[in-house]
């Protein structure tokens, strides 16, 4: 039988045995469109291939044989989440006939099919692959790039690609795949080479054979290699070897192994991508065209694997590879991994390469080669080893080289034993040297101790057993073995039976507790490493053992695993002797018991009295009161025990019992810093015990007992370690004779004492360097605490061979200076969160530890930074900013403040286009009156109007209704200019859903007539109504439609083609529509084909609308290939010799103006110069370009504007174009200069229909010289320029300049001179010219002076014009900004105007001009007010809107509607920004010459109206409460920075409110009290703000404690501040948990005050404890600290448990102390004096309260029965039990020193207190200790009592 054992001792039981059948088969049967597929038996497949190397899996191709001989494969992965978390599940990929299912799953959680994809032609191959979308196609981008997750499908002549995001590409093959690898740029190919392939003739090249694709957008490109040889020189070329076939590819390291079939040859080459140089050396050297993509380079493996592999394997042998290079390779240091090199089947030989990579990560070295005998073999990541399937047929672990031993597989016969296997001798010359990992990997790492010289193995496995297992053979086909193992994932893999049938199987893992994990972790890290393996390879085989043990007992296991090893009996030490194990103990560690005799022995009954349960019974009230007497177990027994309990020396442990003692008490130290680790401190500290007496170390023990009073016996068991063996012991240079412990590492630094460094172990006692590190840097203020490398606060522990480990390890937690950071406590929390710590990990440190911690956070909290980074806002508890930062990482989609309104709600049978505009933030702007609906009223054009017109009696009833008909036509002047007023309203306001069209509201142009509400049509023929009317409003209705969509909106081109009307007549909105998807961004996404297709349609309207739609989303970008668009429709950048196009004239128009917004800013020479010529285009050749020249000549000279925009006399390049003279001479007249260029010819025969001469037509060239003069020189303050435009000052000129055209000089001259505008009335008159003033009439004179000379009709036009421009000016200027004086001044002119109107001599100006000067006031003051919805401006434009008859026109209508849309921009959420670029938009936008008629653009093209969505920014921040998501008021405090008209100011705002524009800011600070701070600070960069306002303005704000917001509480009257600090101090009483509720809205306090405050009927004395916790959750909530609330209650859980005397621990006395500690120490003191104004983070009232009432209970009990006890302790005598709590608690409140520090000073002969005072100094006991210790030290009988 001892052989069964032995044998059992190295078998590990597999766990979870099912059978494995691949989902996608059963599935498949039942998926349509497989009827015919009936899957026969399955064949192994000749092929094998791997996947993505990144999870590790390897699938197998498998052959069915079916009708058309099908091939069925799979392959699987480990599951990936969407959301990144932890999964445990495998995915499957499954591959038969045209289908391809992909389902996920495991046992927990059930099988599903996640897809399943049918295609047209049988699938080769189905892959995962994660392709890059990288922008920037350089190596080091490759980082942080976001990735593609696709899964393809190989057919025989194309790929298929899915993103999981649903994008599906496809691409061609240009040639037969034989294989597909997924790597880590994306895919490789490998060319399937046709036997009949002609050899290549001498002068051709062969083809290549490797290709790779690295987005499935791009082209396939030529794989290159470079074979590195010795000297290097390597040359580059492409890869054109077909005996070179790919075996394996794995993606981190980034390597492929290939195998030369000819030579029989294995390669290593690491994958990258080409270097442009190498790039070229390709393209030069080969006639093939295609860039090469990847370049695979050779590494230095090839020369090792040549003498091992040559010749062994025939050609044709088939390939089998499997690899485990593992994923989590990059660590800090540098791993050394194991690759398998393929296992050739005829060999049936592994042979593993150790390789690592360099430091410095740039190359992988190959070490040794070693061979192990084997048949198959699969990697186990879950616990870096391979299972090994043996020739024998035995399964078998190894890790790296080492056999771990094997696995038992229940239910399968074991192997017979026909070949006995002997351990594997390495083939090469060994490397030992080697970098260990960091510890930082999971524990079961048994790849990091891989060992390097050969190990006598463990146990001899030759001495196989047949019969054993045979009794549950669940498959009981005899002869059945296992023939291959495949798809490994984490720690499951499959085996394959020879039978057919397949076993899927689960690798245990290394340790499931956490307390085993952590204490294997520290002690593998200390051991060396062969010794570390040996160790871990019996825990494992103990711990997974056929029949181990369950989780509870996991720890009693390796205990009694662990101290075997250092040499105990186990069996005969009374504490391990108790351990229960269910199942038997492995017989690795017991040896043979004897069997028990049948009478029965005493032994049990002793066992029983030694039982904890016994001693806790003794100690049970119970047994007291009922004077039970304790029996006493027999100390007979012990004694004889203590004779012969010695160690055994030998074993593999004993040498390094102190450095394991040692680590392990740092892992028991590290434990007290975790709450939720009491159960394990506990288990562990009977083994530190045993371990500290054994090896005579009082100190420990001493400081054991502090900590567990209860558990720590002062005598017990103590095992012999024989003196000579002591010697052998290897006690490391780091073991301190003094217990390092971490309490009293802090406790000293609050006191400002030094102490030594502080030991800890890399990767172990994280949190006591956390807690180490982060004392040192907020009590000491040692700034260089975390950021230096090498702390001079902490000692690391490391064995002498691990020196690189250092620096590597350190570098994690370097200090990132991302963040602002300025005091100590910010520099705390940012260190803090770049650490990975977290508020869960807060929780669980004990409270006095982490005080220190939350008062940094709550210095944190009261005045953050805005651009912290979400985890520190989360840390320091403001949600506010937490949430801001996670909304700035989403992706732009719907905001919180878009209002969802299902589309089938609206109540209105009409959509008037307006409804999806945000109520809720509308109505908190304009809180107090209707003005929105009255907007929507007045804008509205969906609903007939009313036609009012009075019948005369003298009217018949014919020519009444011609009469209302007219009415009608004149209405709808009107109506027909509503569309572009709305799209500024709704500008911006809507989420289009993507499956259902756009609503575009009806343009209604009928009218209803009272009163009885008869329709009234203008189609009825009795008037005339002018053709296509409704053409250009329809458009304008299109845009107002398109504008509604937020830029943020996902929106791709099939929607907007979706878009398209059915109807010919909806072609106009249609237009309109795409115009409006180009301002706002979203024409890009339309495809070129698209645009292709409606251009050639020839609609004058859709291209118009395209056009200039295309250019605005391209602005200043240059774009080629919207250039050539765009030049197709302008004959003066076609070349000369073209065929002639015939595009319609506003078309030309449209894509001149397109130009000008694509080469925004550029100054682009030939543009510039084109522009300039067309600005002067005479008419002709012949019949062509003679009407409205106008708009033409204005676009070109619009454009030539914004291609120099801003440029003014540094045009570069330019000088010789003379731009400015030109433009003057167009401006003023004169000669026609004689046409240059390339389009002389087609000016040579002259116009049929014009007669011009040789002089330039003013008339049509002037506007747009102007203008462009005015934008080239704009903001430059160029006088010289400014003169020219100055208005002409003598009668006799003005009669030479259209009054009309004084307004743009005026205009255009004020722009240029930009700072010199003045918002008053004086500044405006100041452009008039000195002959107007004087003599111009005021227009309410009655009488005319006559003068004969003086023309007064030009004179007073002129002057109405030139104070328009002047005012229109003054609206550019401060555009967007509210400015009040402006607003005044302009109101005024308005009104003047209004009066000019009516007055009786308007006649001599002209009512026309007059009207077109008051809509230019009109929008210059909108453009002021724009998005403030200013309630005087609101009001002329209602005036205005019921002026229907006279002068009022299509344009004045549009002009006023223009206004009153701009006053509402975009709801009230956008404004007009001052940019150069706006200034530009709003030029074309606001041109101030209005159409006369629906159909007019003679003078200017109406679809430029819409530009001025170029100009509007959103600026409205809105404050949303971050409780309860909904928007608030909030005060704002805006600080503008200084400038040469003000000096720097702060002006408060209430927000929601539009901000002046961003440039102007200094800061923007959310002002309390009501609302947490919060500062924006703008001198660092406005990217941050900007951000927040482009997503809707959403500013998160979070209301303090006890306030309430102000719409529910406008004044402040009614916080629960204002009703209780007026009594602070009685208050404690009064306060009623009901009101909790008005301070927070957490839901834990608010369940707290629920159960705990609520007083019940007949308390009694618990009223006291609830009167406490009310006051203590008042004190919490008042102060904003309700993290501190766990922490009051502990305390006085604590002090009542000391008052009871039932500490059984001290840890919480211990956390007490700290927190006095903390409260007296230095640096707290001086933080409050220098904040004086801030709360106060504990009561100050309930700190002495807890201090007196402890000293009270630990003087009581001193002055009772404790005098005695401590002065035994001192003397160090036995004293007794019952004391034994309430003295260490005594000892650690204290902190009175252990009794072996007292001799050292030499207490014989005290007399005074004086001289105890003097001989205590150099133990730094506390003098209060002092003076309680002073009695019994100096022999008086009864302590002083303070």
């Known amino acids: 039988m001892s052989n069964v054992y032995e044998e059992r001792a190295t078998m590990i039981a597999a766990r979870d045995l099912q059978e494995f059948v691949p989902f996608g088969r059963d599935h498949c049967k039942h998926h349509p469109n497989a009827l015919n597929l009936q899957l026969r038996q399955l064949q192994p497949a000749s092929e094998l291939w791997s996947s993505d190397g990144a999870a590790g899996l390897v699938g197998s191709l498998q052959e069915v044989t079916i009708h058309e001989k099908q091939k069925e494969s799979w392959q699987l992965r480990k599951g990936v989440s969407e959301i990144g978390e932890e999964v445990d599940y495998d995915e499957e990929l499954y591959v038969a006939g045209n289908m391809v299912i992909w389902s996920k799953g495991s046992k927990s959680q059930a099988l599903a099919v996640y897809k399943a994809f049918t295609v047209d032609s049988p699938v080769q191959q189905a892959l995962w692959c994660d392709f890059i979308i990288s922008q920037d196609k350089s190596e080091k981008a490759y980082s942080n790039d976001e990735v593609e997750k696709c899964i393809c499908i190989l057919q025989s002549s194309c790929i298929n690609m899915h993103s999981i995001e649903g994008k599906d590409y496809i691409a061609s093959l240009p040639f037969q795949v034989a294989n597909v690898w997924p790597t880590k740029y994306g895919l490789l190919f490998e060319r399937s080479s046709s036997s009949h392939e002609m050899p290549p003739v001498p002068p051709r090249k062969p083809l290549p054979t490797l290709f790779s694709m690295l987005h499935p957008l791009d082209e396939i490109t030529p794989l290159v290699c470079k074979s590195g040889s010795l000297f290097g020189s390597s040359r580059v070329q492409y890869v054109v070897d077909h005996a070179m076939k790919i075996v394996f590819l794995n993606t981190d390291p980034s390597i492929v192994m290939t195998y030369d079939t000819v030579q029989g040859l294995h390669s290593v080459w690491v994958l990258r991508r080409v270097k442009p140089e190498e790039e070229n050396v390709v393209l030069k050297f080969s006639e093939q065209g295609g860039t090469p993509q990847n370049v695979a380079t050779s590494s230095s493996l090839t020369a090792h694997l040549r003498s091992l592999s040559k010749g062994d394997s025939p050609v044709t042998s088939p390939f089998q590879n499997y690899s485990s290079i593992h994923s989590q390779s990059r660590s800090a240091s540098s791993p050394s991994l194991h690759s398998r090199s393929p296992s050739i089947s005829n060999m049936a030989a592994l042979s593993c390469v150790k390789f690592q990579e360099s430091n410095d990560k740039a190359q992988l070295i190959f070490g040794s080669v070693t061979n192990i005998q084997a048949k198959d073999a699969a990697p186990v990541e879950k616990i870096d080893t391979m299972l090994v399937l043996e020739g024998s047929g035995n399964l078998v672990l190894y890790t790296g080289i080492v056999r771990v031993g094997k696995v038992f597989i229940p239910g399968l016969p074991a192997p017979s034993l026909s070949m006995s296997n002997t351990m594997p001798r390495p083939s090469t010359p060994l490397d030992s040297i080697s970098t260990p990992k960091p510890l930082s990997k999971l524990l079961g790492s048994m790849e990091e101790v891989v060992l390097l010289s050969p190990v006598p193995e463990l146990r001899d496995s ?211 810093l975790n709450t939720l680790m009491g159960e394990g401190i506990r288990s562990l500290v009977d083994l530190l015990v045993q371990l500290a007496r054994d090896l005579k170390l009082g100190p420990y023990v001493d400081h054991y007992y502090r900590d567990y009073p209860t558990l720590v016996r002062t005598t017990g068991q103590v095992c012999t370690i024989d003196q000579g063996q002591t010697g052998f012991m290897h006690h490391p240079s780091f073991f301190t004779p003094e217990p390092p412990s971490i309490y009293q590492w802090v406790s000293s630094r609050l006191k400002g004492e030094a102490i030594p460094p502080y030991p800890y172990l890399p990767g172990i006692c994280e949190r006591s360097k956390l807690i180490v590190l982060s004392m040192a840097l907020y009590i000491l203020g040692d700034e260089g605490s975390v950021s230096d490398e090498a702390s001079q606060y902490l000692s690391r522990i490391t064995i002498a061979t691990q020196k690189s480990q250092a620096e590597q390890e350190e570098n994690r937690c370097s200090f990132k200076h991302s963040a602002s950071v300025s005091s100590l406590a910010e520099r705390l929390v940012v260190w803090m969160t770049n650490v990975g710590f977290t508020l ?276 200043g970008t240059m774009d080629m290939s919207i250039t050539r668009l765009l030049s197709i429709h302008i004959p003066a950048l076609l070349p000369p010799t073209s065929t002639e196009l015939d595009v319609p004239h506003n078309v030309q128009v449209a894509a001149v103006v397109g130009i000008g917004l694509v080469y925004q800013g550029t100054a682009h020479r030939h543009t510039a110069e084109v522009l300039l010529a067309e600005i002067g285009r005479p008419p002709g050749p012949e019949m062509e370009y003679c009407t409205d020249r106008e708009s033409y000549s204005l676009a070109a000279g619009l454009a030539l504007g914004m291609v120099c925009l801003g440029h003014g006399s540094n045009l570069i390049g330019m000088s010789d174009l003379n731009v400015p003279e030109q433009l003057y001479q167009y401006m003023v007249g004169g000669h026609r200069r004689f046409q240059a260029g390339m389009h002389r010819e087609k000016h040579k025969s002259p116009s049929y229909q014009i007669k011009e001469g040789d002089t330039i037509n003013v008339d049509v060239t002037c506007p747009g010289a102007t203008l462009a003069l005015a934008m080239i020189y704009l903001k430059t303050n160029n006088r010289s320029i400014a003169d020219w435009l100055r208005a002409p000052d003598t009668m006799y000129l003005l009669d030479f300049v259209k009054p009309e055209f004084l307004l743009l000089r005026t205009l255009a001259r004020c722009l240029i001179l930009w700072d010199d505008i003045l918002p008053n009335s004086k500044w405006v008159d100041s452009n008039v010219p000195q002959i107007i003033r004087e003599n111009s009439i005021s227009l309410s004179e009655i009488e005319l002076p006559c003068s004969e000379d003086l023309n007064l009709e030009t004179l007073s036009q002129a002057h109405v014009y030139i104070i328009a421009g002047a005012c229109l000016s003054l609206g550019f200027r401060f555009a967007g900004s509210e400015n009040l004086s402006a607003f005044n001044c302009l109101h005024k002119f308005a009104k003047d105007f209004m009066t000019y109107l009516s007055a009786p001599n308007a006649s001599v100006t002209g009512p026309y001009n007059l009207e077109t000067c008051l809509s230019v006031v009109l929008l210059s003051l909108a453009m002021v007010m724009a998005g403030s919805g200013n309630l005087k401006v609101l009001q002329l434009c209602r005036f205005l809107h019921m002026k229907t008859g006279g002068e009022m026109n299509y344009g004045f209508h549009l002009a006023h509607h223009m206004a009153l849309g701009l006053l509402f921009l975009g709801g009230g959420r956008y404004s007009l920004s001052t940019s150069n670029s706006s200034i530009a938009a709003l030029l074309c936008a606001l041109y101030p010459h209005f159409p006369a008629h629906s159909t007019d653009n003679r003078y200017h093209l109406q679809a430029l109206r819409h530009l001025y969505v170029l100009a509007a920014e959103p600026r409205l921040l809105v404050p949303v409460d971050v409780d309860t998501d909904t928007p608030c008021y909030a005060l704002l405090e805006v600080t503008y920075k200084g400038t040469q008209w003000y000096e720097q100011t702060k002006e408060e705002l209430m927000a929601p409110t539009l901000l002046p524009e961003l440039h102007l800011l200094k800061q923007i600070k959310v002002k309390g009290p009501r609302y947490w701070e919060l500062l924006i600070d703008l001198s660092k960069g406005t990217q941050h703000l900007k951000s927040i306002l482009s997503k809707d303005g959403v500013l998160y704000v979070k209301l303090r404690a006890g306030q309430l917001s102000y719409k529910e509480d406008p004044m402040g009257w009614q916080s629960l501040f204002a009703q209780t600090v007026a009594n602070r101090n009685s208050e404690a009483r009064a306060f009623k948990p009901e009101t909790i509720s008005a301070f927070t809205s957490d839901p834990a306090l608010l369940s707290f005050a629920e159960y705990f405050c609520k007083p019940t009927v007949n308390m009694g004395q618990k009223q006291e404890i609830l009167d406490l916790f009310s006051s203590v959750l008042y004190e919490c909530v008042t102060q904003e600290t309700p993290e501190m609330l766990p922490a009051y209650i502990a305390m006085d859980q604590a002090i009542r448990r000391l008052g009871r005397k039932e500490m059984s621990e001290t840890s919480e006395l211990w956390q007490i102390r700290l927190v006095l500690e903390f409260f007296s120490s230095r640096s707290h003191q001086e933080r409050l004096q220098n904040h004086l104004n801030r709360g106060l983070f504990m009561n100050s009232e309930f700190l002495p309260v807890v201090k007196c009432t402890i000293d009270n209970a630990l003087d009581r009990w001193l002055q009772a029965e404790g005098d005695t006890c401590v002065q035994a302790y001192l003397s160090g005598q036995p004293f007794e039990e019952s004391q034994l709590s309430m003295l260490a608690c005594f000892l650690v409140y204290h902190s009175v020193p252990a009794p072996r520090h007292l001799p050292s000073i030499g207490l014989e002969g005290s007399t005074s207190f004086a001289d105890l005072l003097f001989k205590f100094k150099q133990l730094k006991m506390p003098v209060r200790t002092l003076l309680r210790l002073a009695p019994l030290l100096l022999g008086s009988p009864q302590p002083m009592v303070m």
């Open 462 to 672: 030759s001495k196989l057993h047949d019969s054993l297992y045979n009794e549950d053979c669940t498959f009981q086909q005899l002869g059945t073995y296992i023939h291959s193992v495949r798809d490994p994932v984490h720690n499951r893999v499959t085996l394959e039976l020879s039978n057919g049938s397949m076993v899927r199987i689960a690798i245990p893992e290394i340790a499931t507790s956490e307390l085993v994990q952590t204490c294997l972790q520290a002690i593998k890290f200390i051991l060396p490493k062969e010794i570390a393996v040996q160790m871990l390879v019996k825990w494992y085989n103990v711990h997974s053992a056929p029949g181990g043990p369950s989780y509870n007992s996991e720890w009693n296991l390796f205990v009694t695993c662990l101290m075997n090893m250092m040499g105990y009996n186990t069996d005969r030490l009374a504490w391990t002797r108790n351990f229960d194990f269910e199942g038997s103990l492995s017989p690795v560690i017991a040896p043979k018991k004897a069997r028990p005799s049948e009478t029965g022995s005493d032994d049990d009954w002793e066992y029983l009295l030694n039982s904890d349960y016994h001693q806790n019974v003794e100690s049970h009230l119970l047994t007291r009161s009922l004077c039970l007497s304790s029996l006493e177990a027999s100390e007979m027994k012990d004694e004889e025990f203590s004779q012969n309990l010695s160690l055994d020396s030998s074993t593999l442990l004993f040498v390094h019992i102190p450095a394991i003692f040692f680590v392990l008490h740092l892992v028991y130290e590290e434990l007290k």
């Open 840 to 1115: 869960r990990d807060l929780e669980t440190l004990p409270f006095g530890i982490a005080l220190p911690i939350r008062d940094a956070i709550y210095h944190c909290r009261e005045q953050p930074a805005s651009d912290w980074p979400e985890a520190v806002c989360l840390l320091i508890g403001r949600q506010d900013l937490s949430k801001q930062a996670c909304e700035g990482n989403l992706p732009k989609g719907k905001s919180v403040l878009s209002s969802d309104v299902p589309s089938g709600t609206e109540t209105e049978e009409e959509d008037d286009g307006m409804n999806d505009m945000n109520q809720e933030v509308m109505s908190l702007i304009w809180s107090e009156d209707l003005r929105v609906q009255d907007v929507r009223r007045l804008l509205q054009s969906a609903h007939p109007v009313r036609v009012n017109v009075v019948q005369y009696p003298e009217l018949s009833d014919h020519e009444f209704i011609e009469e209302k008909e007219n009415r009608l036509l004149q209405l709808c002047q009107r109506t027909m200019a509503l569309p572009v007023g709305r799209g500024m309203f709704t500008l911006f306001s809507y989420h289009p859903v993507p499956t259902e069209p756009l609503p575009i509201p009806k343009l209604n142009l009928t009218g209803r007539a009272p009163p009885r509400n008869t329709t009234v049509d203008l189609n009825s023929g009795n008037i005339d109504v002018p053709p296509n009317m409704t053409s250009w409003a329809s458009f304008h209705n299109g845009v107002a439609a398109g504008l509604k969509i937020a830029p943020a909106s996902q929106i791709d081109s099939a929607w907007i083609v979706y878009n398209k009307p059915k109807h010919a007549e909806l072609a106009n909105e249609y237009a309109g529509f795409l115009m409006a998807l180009g301002l706002n961004g979203h024409l890009t996404k339309l495809a070129t084909l698209n645009i292709h297709d409606y251009l050639t349609k020839g609609h004058e309207m859709t291209s118009i609308g395209l056009l200039l739609g295309v250019s605005a989303a391209k602005l």
